[in-house]
């Protein structure tokens, strides 16, 4: 169990389900859950919409069905309790087939949540890499290079050098921020956050941005659009994803980790003839407990894939301002004696600041690719989970 999120107990026993511990911990689950919401601003102002309203959107949807299998559990066990107990034991073979995979899949989760780089998938719903894998591939040969061929070939004696300092630079960041990424990828375990460099990168571009329009009033624009893009802080994001997988495993520590195994043996069931007996219940509420332990770790993978995504954005935004700015700062140097240098100051400052308008413009679009991602590979809707009609726990003739 993780500590700080664990609940004592198994709902589940030998053969049994017990209804009223399932309630309480879903009750438990979705005030976790309201806590972990993004705040305002969390992905910056560009991010505001469609991004984090979207995902506070998809949470509320989930939220609801957490308050849904609550009242539906409290409902059977207050039913059951004209029997003594809250626990609805399985009557057919079946049915506890179903119990015994449940079982089996609540020892497939290890101590805890575990926290992967974002396009690795811990709960079932299929494996694959992200779509932004090797997207700093296209960085590889950045601007660098044909800034320092472009100062050359204006005859800018001794600016070559300054360029491919700047390269040499990013080259240098750019191999610290893969070699972070591999070791986050060994140590991300347990309850350890996501760690995201988003305000960081945002932050330090800003700050060139503001040192080059001092040189420079062509950076201007740039300055502004890069504004919008600022991330203050990255702890609610990085809270947030941590908070969904510890919340995820929890389900998973109820309804079992190993999602597929418990899916299959549900649909074994209902492909039965015990599907038109009195398990039917039982098993129809573990079925949709399964739907939400998988839809919520996959918003925390939603999440998780907008921040890296940004990141990627961020990242470049950062090395191309670095370059930039050191490149105008020579410039303006070689200006002093020089003063037709200064057109080709004016040029470069527009040349930066149309860059960093176009990575702002994508920046809402980007943010927002976790929450089209996990719309579009979202088994059924939400809200469809634990609809307010179930089966009776009753016999049901042939």
Same mark, same amino acid.
């Given at each position: ?106 020892? %497939? ?56 300092? %700047? ?23 347990? %309850? ?11 932050? %330090?571009?800003?700050?060139?941005l503001a040192l080059g329009r001092k040189m420079s009033w062509t950076v201007v624009a740039g300055a502004l659009a890069w504004a919008a893009v600022v991330v203050e802080s990255g702890e609610p994001l990085d809270r947030a994803v941590e908070d969904l997988r510890r919340i995820a495993f929890e389900l998973g520590e109820a309804f079992g980790h190993d999602t597929d195994a418990v899916r299959r043996a549900v649909t074994a069931f209902w492909e039965g003839e015990a599907s038109r007996g009195a398990d039917a219940q039982m098993v129809t509420f573990i079925d949709e407990g399964n739907r939400l332990t998988i839809e919520v770790g996959k918003m925390a993978r ?97």
């Amino acid at each position: 169990m993780t500590e700080g999120y664990a609940i004592q107990g198994n709902p589940f026993g030998p053969g049994a389900m017990d209804f009223d511990m399932i309630a309480g911990r879903l009750d438990d689950l979705r005030y976790r859950g309201d806590v972990a919401s993004l705040p305002g601003l969390a992905l910056g102002v560009a991010g505001e919409w469609p991004a984090r309203r979207g995902f506070n959107d998809i949470w509320s949807e989930l939220g609801s069905a957490f308050d849904r299998g609550a009242t539906q559990a409290r409902r059977v066990a207050k039913t059951l309790q004209t029997t003594g107990t809250s626990y609805s034991r399985a009557e057919t073979s079946a049915g506890r087939h179903v119990l015994d995979v449940v079982a089996t899949a609540q020892q %497939a989760g290890g101590p805890g949540p575990s926290l992967s780089l974002p396009e690795e998938d811990d709960f079932g719903y299929g494996q694959g890499p992200s779509m932004w894998e090797g997207i700093g591939e296209t960085f590889r040969e950045p601007y660098f290079q044909g800034l320092a061929g472009g100062i050359a070939g204006l005859g800018l004696r001794g600016l070559t050098g300054v360029a491919e300092m %700047a390269y040499d630079d990013e080259r240098m960041m750019r191999l610290a921020f893969i070699e972070d990424l591999e070791r986050q990828h060994v140590e991300l375990s347990g %309850a350890n956050p996501l760690r995201t460099r988003l305000s960081t990168w945002s932050k %330090a571009t800003e700050e060139h941005l503001a040192l080059g329009r001092k040189m420079s009033w062509t950076v201007v624009a740039g300055a502004l659009a890069w504004a919008a893009v600022v991330v203050e802080s990255g702890e609610p994001l990085d809270r947030a994803v941590e908070d969904l997988r510890r919340i995820a495993f929890e389900l998973g520590e109820a309804f079992g980790h190993d999602t597929d195994a418990v899916r299959r043996a549900v649909t074994a069931f209902w492909e039965g003839e015990a599907s038109r007996g009195a398990d039917a219940q039982m098993v129809t509420f573990i079925d949709e407990g399964n739907r939400l332990t998988i839809e919520v770790g996959k918003m925390a993978r939603a999440i998780a894939e907008s921040v890296h995504a940004l990141e990627v954005i961020h990242w470049a935004a950062l090395s191309f301002s670095a370059a930039m700015f050191l490149a105008i700062a020579a410039l303006r140097v070689a200006g002093r004696f020089d003063i037709t240098i200064d057109w080709v100051t004016k040029f470069m400052g527009w040349r930066w600041s149309t860059l960093i308008t176009m990575l702002a413009g994508l920046a809402p679009t980007v943010a927002a690719f976790g929450v089209a991602w996990y719309k579009s590979s979202s088994i059924g809707d939400p809200r469809e989970i634990w609809p307010d009609v179930v089966p009776e726990r009753t016999e049901m003739s042939p």
